[in-house]
């Protein structure tokens, strides 16, 4: 099995920043894409950020030059460093992660983190 913990959620005023970091555990051969994918009330759920296990990296148009995600490979870990944030931000924060698994039938599956609160107030 494979488990996302997410911390680093909060409330905020406009202008300020946040950092959210993510771990993940279980039987894991390799992560393929992680990052954060958000949902603000009555919205769906949208990408944020996301690197590839290459370094590439993939950013919501709405946060680009904010909002910074980060992996660390060896201990697969991701983090989003939230700088200038704004009302429209505010949403729950859900990490997510394409794992192979370490298991003797190979799979891929599609985990997510039970969610982060961020709230910006102005």
């Known amino acids: 099995q494979v488990r996302l913990v997410e911390s680093g959620g909060g409330s905020v005023q406009v202008g300020e920043s946040l950092r959210l970091s993510c771990a993940a555990s279980g039987n894991i051969a390799s992560i393929i894409v992680m990052g954060w994918y958000r949902q603000a009330p009555g919205k769906q759920r949208e990408l944020v950020a996301t690197?590839?296990?290459?370094?590439?990296?993939d950013y919501s148009n709405s946060v680009k030059g904010r909002f910074t995600v980060s992996r660390d490979n060896a201990k697969n870990t991701v983090s989003l460093r939230m700088n200038s944030l704004k009302p429209e931000d505010t949403a729950v924060y859900y990490c997510?992660?394409?794992?192979?698994?370490?298991?003797?039938?190979?799979?891929?599956?599609?985990?997510w983190g039970q969610g982060t609160q961020v709230t910006v107030s102005s």
């Open positions: 690197q590839r296990s290459s370094g590439t990296t």
């Open positions: 997510h992660a394409s794992i192979e698994t370490a298991t003797l039938s190979r799979q891929f599956i599609d985990s």
